[in-house]
């Protein structure tokens, strides 16, 4: 049964920073061909905002944090990371992890991978 798990959330101030890490596990077919952040605000949706490809590390960013927000990754761990730099207060959000075994799936939004943690809470105060 794969699971995904997410750490790191907190409460910071405008302009700060915060590291979200995150670890899959449980698929036992081969390697996690994607792993992902999205995140969802109470009264929006969600919104799909980082993805990086295990194989060679490519990323991908909505424009809303491009610049600010870097994804990285352990592979010897199945762990993602989610560095957040230059924190506004509409990043406020719960932030989830996913991954997919796919690559026609990793095609998708983030949002919608099919293995995603629990959340964890971010917020930003001005």
């Known amino acids: 049964q794969v699971q995904v798990a997410e750490s790191g959330g907190g409460s910071v101030q405008a302009g700060g920073s915060l590291r979200l890490s995150c670890t899959a596990s449980g698929y036992t077919s081969g390697n996690y061909y994607c792993m992902g952040w999205f995140r969802q605000a109470p009264g929006k949706e969600r919104e799909g905002i980082a993805k990086i490809y295990t194989s060679g590390g490519r990323t991908v960013y909505a424009d809303s944090v491009e610049g600010r927000f870097t994804i990285s990754q352990d592979n010897a761990k199945n762990t993602v990371y989610l560095q957040m730099d230059s924190l506004k207060s509409e990043d406020s959000a719960t932030y989830y992890c996913?991954?997919?075994?796919?690559?026609?799936?990793?095609?998708?939004?983030?949002?919608?991978?099919?293995?995603r943690g629990q959340g964890t809470q971010v917020t930003v105060s001005s």
């Open positions: 996913a991954a997919e075994t796919t690559g026609d799936n990793c095609k998708r939004s983030s949002r919608e991978y099919g293995y």
